[in-house]
């Protein structure tokens, strides 16, 4: 890929160092800006939150196993020692190609001689009925706080009414029967049965149901099958009601209704079945793929924009070796950010850029307390503790700081031993 005349300043402006604008402070946005460090180029990063989110971690807040700042790291510490990057906390309204213009609803717009687009992806509800108003999405920090509370809230009021157990005050509808909607139910489950067990003595277990319902004949349907078995049995014996080949058509408040005419009796619903695309890709000039999102050149820049590059999960990049769509995945995002960030550091040289090459470090999910499930590139499975503790130390390496990976592991190894989570108290700021 040849370095394109126009995608560096010109040569009356050789004093000023080029300027990168990094849209998302994720994976991708991250690894862009970090890569970047050494480059002789400012960096300005862009994110409607202050934070970093680690999105693998969000079940563990949702079900009081960590603290949402083991989920939510501040941006603007991450670059302390990055003297060339600036951070602003604002919220991007469009992209202006022809222009290098990006436009904030809360800021001023800022040009760019680079852009490194890492806006991610949000919940897709499919148009489902009552979706929108009803469940409860588990994607960003502020949903699996949401959730947290609402279950908090949701056995509290059983405590005070125990007439509302029958209609379903405890029951939690978990939609999707991928690594996120395992994680939640497995993790609600084992919050459940152990601490609410003892928290809430008087209220009986078999009343307090947690139920994955999921499309597909399977749970987990790019693994293995016998990965796909051990999961449904795993998240069994844990309590968890598996109903496969069921799609849900309704949500109203306290009932979920399926396409079989089924309708279950729940508080609350759990929706991790789909992904879009940031709906600012489709303002990027070119058709979207499946899922809104944006197909990218074999160095993640954006066709006839060589200025341009898309990573992470807005972006739809084809494995250079396979063939293959990369998924959306944080290992895929954290590297393809890299390579952004080290592709425009080349063009800001004036040198070439250099294809995207995706190492595969596996897919994998947990299921409970000392049991997961990984399947390498090569097709190798693991399940139970060896798999947690290779899910453990491939999502150690994505957290962002050594501070963060030290708590996480103080963290997870305290509720190991104890079973303690400490979260399950209700701070509201409506009272005193
Ligand atoms: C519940 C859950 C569990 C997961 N578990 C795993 C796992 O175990 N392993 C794994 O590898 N991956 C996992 N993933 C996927 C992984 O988290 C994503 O693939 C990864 O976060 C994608 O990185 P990204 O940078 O593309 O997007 P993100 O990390 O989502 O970052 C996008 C950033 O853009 C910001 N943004 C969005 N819109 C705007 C706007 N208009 N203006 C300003 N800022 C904006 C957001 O605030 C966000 O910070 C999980 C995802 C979820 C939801």
């Known amino acids: ?155 509290t009021e059983a405590d005070r009414d125990p007439s509302l157990i029958d209609d379903g005050v405890l029951n939690v509808v978990v939609v999707g029967g991928g690594p996120t909607g395992i994680e939640t139910a497995g993790a609600l489950a084992e919050l459940y049965r152990s601490n609410f067990a003892e928290d809430y003595p008087s209220i009986p277990q078999d009343k307090a149901r947690i139920i994955l319902v999921e499309a597909g004949p399977a749970l987990l349907s790019m693994f293995a099958p016998s990965i796909r078995s051990y999961t449904k049995k795993a998240l069994e014996k844990r309590g968890v009601e598996v109903m496969l080949g069921e799609v849900v058509s309704s949500i109203e408040p306290t009932r979920v209704t399926l396409k079989s005419g089924t309708v279950l009796d729940a508080h ?96 994998m999910a947990t299921i409970g307390r000392y049991v997961a499930v990984v399947q390498t590139a090569g097709g190798r499975t693991f399940k139970g503790k060896s798999a947690s503790l290779a899910w453990g130390a491939v999502h150690l390496a994505l957290l962002s700081t050594g501070e963060d990976r030290a708590k996480a592991v103080v963290d997870w190894a305290w509720a190991g031993f104890t079973h303690e989570r400490a979260g399950r108290i209700s701070v509201r700021t409506d009272t005193d």
């Open 1 to 155: 890929m040849a370095a394109q005349s126009d995608a560096t300043p010109d040569a009356g402006a050789a004093v000023e160092r080029p300027r990168v604008l990094i849209l998302g402070g994720g994976f991708g946005g991250l690894g862009a800006a970090r890569e970047l460090k050494d480059a002789a180029v400012d960096v300005t990063v862009v994110d409607r939150h202050d934070y970093h989110t680690f999105q693998p971690l969000l079940y563990q807040v949702a079900t009081d196993l960590l603290e949402t700042t083991a989920c939510g790291h501040p941006l603007r510490d991450l670059f302390h020692d990055q003297p060339n990057a600036t951070v602003h906390e604002a919220t991007v309204t469009s992209v202006d190609l022809d222009n290098r213009e990006v436009t904030f609803a809360e800021m001023p717009p800022l040009g760019y001689d680079y852009l490194v687009v890492a806006l991610g992806a949000g919940v897709n509800f499919f148009g489902v009925d009552g979706a929108a108003d009803h469940a409860l999405p588990m994607y960003t920090l502020p949903d699996a706080v949401r959730l947290r509370d609402q279950v908090l809230q949701r056995w």
């Open 268 to 363: 609350t619903l759990v929706w991790g079945a789909g992904l879009q695309a940031s709906p600012l890709g489709a303002g990027l000039g070119v058709g979207l793929e499946r899922g809104n999102r944006v197909p990218t050149e074999p160095d993640l820049s954006l066709t006839a924009r060589p200025e341009v590059f898309v990573v992470g999960d807005i972006a739809w990049t084809t494995d250079t070796g396979s063939g293959d769509v990369l998924p959306q995945l944080g290992s895929v995002a954290l590297q393809a950010g890299k390579q952004a960030g080290h592709n425009v550091a080349r063009l800001a040289e004036g040198k070439d850029t250099e294809p995207f090459e995706y190492h595969d470090k596996g897919t």
